[in-house]
């Protein structure tokens, strides 16, 4: 078989990769035709809702479920928590019904009766002093000498910051529909893990992975928090088989997904910080604690970039906090928008107190960067700055002109890993030139059927137009699950090289015709040729007409233990500047302009990577403005479950926003890295350095509302 | 934060009721939100005189509901919103259930030439209106100019919240030929995105303006 260098062609040679195309399920999406799981119908579909515990922390002590199970329509109940479960938070699952139509569903699960001994719960991690057993503080870890270091500083800030629970909020809502028939069930997930789902159903229903299978083609969000079956995958199952194998979609309400079904860590920090006169960061010091739910969880990694690299001194405590809150889970970059947010807060503060621009400050804190990123580091600052017109609009804190609306900027900065998750993929080339990509992954809306498209009609010297694709189904090459900006590092590699192997394949069949040995070949242009002699080609069909009458199929493969220098990258940087202005008597945050400067290696297709960053950006400005679960100490309760007081950015609240993607020969050579994650963030670290260089005060909890700004311009602390 | 569209009355100040219940009312109980739903549904399930004319349900009713130009037959409970009738009961799944409160937009249909969230609308309230649902605002096979403005935009991530997105776009622009920028985020600001589309959007809908514009203002 011919063997084809598996490197991306250079860049001023591509005709496919690299060009803007428009995401290939668009027209599905924007007609309305695109099915997700969530709208899934059948004529004998049963529609389930559960029944969820009103308590933070209670037993069970008694649950009858038959008056539900005698109401007319209702074709199966389960019991998830019997009596003696003891419930650890608000909106936990104990029982869910199905029934012919949502409506009796939901007044048969109103019908089970639960009684349960409520035990003393906590809800809010806010107050350390308050969380008693529920918080164990880490060792103390200790780096360099901090105590003189801070005595040799020329200047130390002391600040304390916050960052809230907010929640996934996914517009579909996590759920499934299952049929479970005999020894199989087929699925229909809203799921990040095509792939592996089943294998995490299996255990739990004793059905063996192999008679599971796994469909979706769309689904409506997940950011992080759509992974495995989770409990009503495995409650779907269990109720379409107490009813006879009907197909049973179990969706979460939209009150107990905000509850239960994603939510990422808080983060709360007392800061010290230290340097000298020129802006050098000596030593950090910090006592931290967060909380993700009963679990614990939350552990940012402060001082971020730094303290792997080169941050000289530093002390840190953190205490994990468990509540009675639903558990934490992945949000798009986990941990680092709470290291970012502290650690850029904590370096302006600095910056402010020896009375120099934070710029210049940043470019010395970046010092500490990973050594490959330093440079790409300053590089970003000085482009950031450009863009954001910093050396005219920036001012000293507190100082710019205005009265009651006060204008400032502010820097964040961001890392990522990526890389590539494992990825199989299938190319089968058919006698009538047709050509089937074959994946077992999944586009979450990041526009992976695009770009998989993209690189196996780039491979094959075809038009976009030319390539068929197949995503979504576990019968498909196995894939992984889209986590960590890993998709597209892995599933550009697989289709590559199922794509070249396909192409030797033909190759050697089209070899003859053309009086060329295979290794002369080269697919350019809808032809194939000896190289370099565009009088010596076939068409494309008519090089596929040789095959005869079988078809090529090929399998390629990327493996994650196995690197693939040059194809796909991991270790990204990015700068981010927020312009804002603030109503320092309505204490309203608005953000005029937003530029992000992003590292990124070889892109693939530019309007979606464009895309990925506006989005990040755009959900950032969101969570920095707006977002907090608000809890109850009193009742245990979340009282903002659902889109109205868990507040989203609207149209109006997203300002121009300029994208600056690092497109250079030198970064594109490191190949293929994902974008989903690493613009995520630094958000409220921009915006949160912006506002207090706007009002002359560190407003210390995020979200930058207006009781926050407020309570910090009136020297309160919330 | 979202500025909202005026509360649409479900029916015309004219109109007959046709049920005595409400929505609110049947969503409030045990969803803690508290006494206003419950206290409406007191008041109303129980002013209506056991045996009125008027009254349906609570079991299924016949309803008809003339959507996209052709009438359908359904039975649905009289509690069953008109998002829920066509979700679960016709199968158009282009309006889509996300805050179910009326606050985000996803389940964006036109109702008599307005846009209305349709999960707060009554499916029996429906009868005798136009409903024109995503399905319904292009021929088979082809785009409407909205539609193929949020693709050329890229006003779509994971297109969850896209079909509330583009009827609310399309119900807009009816209105709003010639809009601003700053009409378009008051007009657009009662549907919400949480992949953050909104860069994309904004420069769809003035696209879209122009597109239908050039088409003779033919808007679906």
């Not at chain 1, 200790?142 to 304390?160: R, S, W």
């Amino acid at each position: 078989m011919a063997n084809i260098a598996e490197q991306w062609p250079p860049m001023e040679t591509r005709k496919v990769m690299g060009q803007r195309i428009k995401r290939a399920d668009g027209p599905a999406k924007s007609s309305g035709h695109a099915k997700y799981a969530s709208d899934f119908n059948s004529k004998d579909l049963l529609f389930a809702v559960y029944n969820t515990c009103p308590y933070a922390h209670a037993r069970v002590t008694k649950i009858d479920t038959s008056e539900a199970e005698q109401t007319k329509g209702v074709a199966a109940v389960h019991v998830v928590a019997q009596a003696g479960a003891e419930i650890q938070w608000e909106g936990a699952e104990i029982a869910a019904v199905a029934a012919s139509s949502e409506e009796i569903a939901r007044d048969a699960a109103r019908k089970i009766k639960v009684e349960y001994e409520v035990l003393p719960h906590l809800v809010r991690e806010d107050d350390l002093s308050k969380a008693g057993s529920h918080a164990v503080a880490g060792g103390e870890e200790v780096v360099g000498d901090p105590d003189k270091a801070f005595q040799d500083a020329d200047g130390v800030h002391e600040g304390f910051y916050s960052i809230p629970v907010i929640t996934h909020c996914c517009l579909e809502t996590h759920g499934s529909v299952v049929q479970w028939q005999g020894d199989s069930i087929m699925a229909w997930p809203s799921t990040q893990d095509v792939t592996t789902w089943n294998n995490q159903l299996s255990p739990n229903v004793k059905v063996a992975a192999a008679n599971i299978k796994v469909k979706m083609d769309y689904i409506g969000g997940g950011f992080g928090s759509k992974f495995g079956p989770d409990s009503w995958g495995e409650a779907a199952a269990r109720l379409s088989q107490k009813a006879g194998g009907r197909p049973v979609k179990l969706f979460l309400e939209r009150s107990t997904e905000q509850k239960i079904a994603g939510n990422r860590p808080s983060a709360f920090a007392k800061v010290k910080i230290g340097g000298k006169k020129d802006g050098t960061i000596t030593v950090f010091q910090a006592t931290s604690w967060a909380t993700g739910g009963f679990t614990g969880g939350g552990s940012p990694p402060i001082p971020y970039i730094s303290k792997q690299n080169g941050m000289p001194n530093y002390r840190l405590v953190h205490t994990p906090v468990h509540i009675n809150a639903g558990s934490s889970r992945a949000w798009r970059a986990p941990n680092n928008q709470q290291a970012s947010y502290i650690t850029c807060s904590a370096i302006e503060d600095f910056a402010a107190k020896i009375d120099m621009d934070p710029v210049e400050v940043f470019r010395k804190a970046l010092e500490y960067a990973p050594k490959v990123r330093v440079e790409t580091y300053k590089l970003q600052l000085d482009k950031a700055a450009e863009l954001a017109n910093w050396k005219q609009r920036w001012h000293p804190r507190g100082k710019g002109a205005g009265t009651t609306v006060k204008h400032g900027l502010g820097i964040g900065v961001a890392q990522w890993g990526g890389g590539g998750h494992n990825s199989q993929c299938r190319t089968t080339i058919n006698p009538d030139g047709s050509v089937l990509v074959e994946i077992g992954t999944q586009d979450l809306g990041t526009g992976t059927r695009t770009i998989i498209a993209q690189v196996a009609a780039e491979s094959l010297g075809l038009p976009y137009s030319g390539v068929k694709l197949a995503i979504g189904s576990n019968d498909l090459p196995r894939d992984a699950a889209s986590g960590g900006s890993t998709t597209v590092g892995g599933v550009s590699v697989s289709t590559r090289r199922a794509t070249l192997a396909a192409l030797g394949k033909l190759f050697d069949v089209a070899a003859p015709a053309l009086g060329a040995e295979p290794d002369q070949l080269e697919a350019v242009d809808g032809h194939i040729r000896v190289k370099g002699n565009p009088n010596k080609s076939l068409t494309w069909v008519s090089a596929c007409k040789k095959i005869g009458t079988g078809k090529i199929s090929e399998m390629g493969e990327f493996n994650s233990r196995q690197r693939a220098p040059g194809m796909n990258d991991q270790g990204v940087a990015g700068v981010q500047i927020a312009d804002v202005s603030v109503d320092t008597e309505t204490g309203i945050v608005k953000i005029n302009k937003y530029v992000a400067v992003q590292d990124c290696g070889l892109i693939i297709n530019p309007r979606l990577a464009e895309s990925q960053i506006y989005g990040a950006i755009i959900m950032g400005i969101s969570t920095a403005l707006f977002e907090q679960r608000v809890m109850d100490e009193q009742t245990g309760r979340m009282l903002n479950p659902d889109m109205e007081f868990y507040k989203l950015a609207g149209l109006g609240d997203i300002p121009e926003i300029v994208v600056h993607l690092d497109i250079r020969e030198e970064n594109d050579k490191r190949g293929v890295i994902g974008l989903g994650e690493p613009p995520a963030v630094p958000i409220c670290a921009a915006v949160g350095n912006a506002v207090a260089n706007a009002i002359g005060v560190r407003v210390p909890n995020m979200p930058m509302s207006p009781d926050h700004v407020l309570d910090a311009l009136a020297g309160r602390r919330a | 934060m979202s500025f909202k569209k005026t509360p649409e009355p479900a029916r015309p100040a004219a109109a007959k009721p046709k049920s005595g219940f409400s929505r609110r009312g049947f969503i409030g109980v045990g969803l803690g939100s508290g006494a206003l739903g419950t206290g409406l549904l007191e008041k109303e399930g129980t002013a209506a005189p056991a045996g009125a004319a008027n009254v349906a349900g609570p079991g299924p009713v016949p309803i008809t509901l003339n959507i996209n130009g052709k009438p359908m037959k359904l039975n649905v409970e009289p509690r069953v919103t008109l998002l829920d009738a066509l979700r679960n009961h016709l199968d158009l799944t282009g309006a889509k259930r996300v805050c179910d409160r009326g606050t985000c937009g996803a389940c964006t249909v036109i109702l008599n030439g307005r846009t209305v969230y349709s999960c707060t609308v009554l499916a029996i309230d429906a009868q005798g209106k136009d409903i024109q649902t995503i399905e319904g605002i292009a021929a088979p096979g082809k785009l409407h100019p909205v539609s193929q403005a949020f693709w050329d935009n890229d006003g779509q991530q994971c297109g969850y919240c896209t079909p509330g997105f583009v009827m609310a776009c399309k119900g807009f622009l009816d209105e709003h030929p010639n809009p601003t920028l700053a009409e378009v985020e008051h007009g657009l600001g009662g549907n919400l995105c949480r992949c953050g589309t909104y860069v994309g959007v904004r420069k769809a809908v003035l696209e879209a303006a122009k597109a239908i514009k050039g088409q003779g203002g033919k808007n679906g």
